[in-house]
T-cell receptor, first 114, second 106 residues
Framework: NAGVTQTPKFQVLKTGQSMTLQCAQDMNHNSMYWYRQDPGMGLRLIYY???????DKGEVPNGYNVSRLNKREFSLRLESAAPSQTSVYFC?????????????FGPGTRLTVL | KNEVEQSPQNLTAQEGEFITINCSYS?????LHWLQQHPGGGIVSLFMLSSGKKKHGRLIATINIQEKHSSLHITASHPRDSAVYICAVYGNQFYFGTGTSLTVIP
């Protein structure tokens, strides 16, 4: 039981390059989330998926797209990376929408955009 | 405007001390979460509460809905408690505090 896994762990991109961050959970959770964490700021929600087949914008969605591929997997895509997207990205999942459900976090992806 | 404020931002304690971390919030909520972020970066959920008090081992979390305030207490602190503790509240969305960095010295 791996919980929430993320790939890659580290990535360096040049401005304008694209990439996809992968996330998978094996807990049969309905809801999944993508957050970014920047120094001096709290975690900020980028996108979330309340259930398979649905996705919704969070607080900071600009410059990102997501795909809920199936119940297990939720990917985050940067179409044209910018230095402002340098951050640590966390994927999380919960049984239902996370207000009243415990969230389980992946180990994070540290992304640097040059 | 920060919907969630934590204090202190940084805290250093001697092993064995009783520690309190505070969280105040300004929005209506249905639940409050305390998270722990390890030095390596991983985040785990410690507590989820909507009223009263919860206890897990040496950790105690309380919430006062009327005062919009929560506290996380660590009794008999240990160096392995060194981490960043994050308060998060859920109203119509999640709001996260910036965290309290705790260092426990042997």
């Amino acid at each position: 039981n791996a919980g929430v896994t993320q790939t890659p762990k580290f990535q360096v991109l040049k401005t304008g390059q694209s990439m996809t961050l992968q996330c998978a959970q094996d807990m049969n959770h309905n809801s999944m989330y993508w957050y970014r964490q920047d120094p001096g700021m709290g975690l900020r929600l980028i996108y979330y998926s309340a259930s398979e087949g649905t996705t919704d914008k969070g607080e900071v969605p600009n410059g990102y797209n997501v795909s809920r591929l199936n119940k297990r997997e939720f990917s985050l895509r940067l179409e044209s990376a910018a230095p402002s997207q340098t951050s640590v990205y966390f994927c999380a999942s919960s049984e239902g929408l996370a207000g009243n459900n415990e969230q389980f976090f992946g180990p994070g992806t540290r992304l640097t955009v040059l | 405007k920060n919907e969630v404020e934590q204090s202190p931002q940084n805290l250093t304690a001697q092993e064995g001390e009783f520690i309190t971390i505070n969280c105040s919030y300004s929005v209506g909520i249905s639940a409050l979460h305390w998270l722990q972020q390890h030095p390596g970066g991983g985040i785990v959920s410690l507590f989820m509460l909507s009223s009263g008090k919860k206890k897990h081992g040496r950790l105690i979390a309380t919430i006062n809905i009327q005062e919009k305030h929560s506290s996380l207490h660590i009794t008999a602190s240990h160096p392995r408690d060194s981490a960043v503790y994050i308060c998060a509240v859920y109203g119509n969305q999640f709001y996260f505090g910036t965290g309290t960095s705790l260092t426990v010295i042997p």
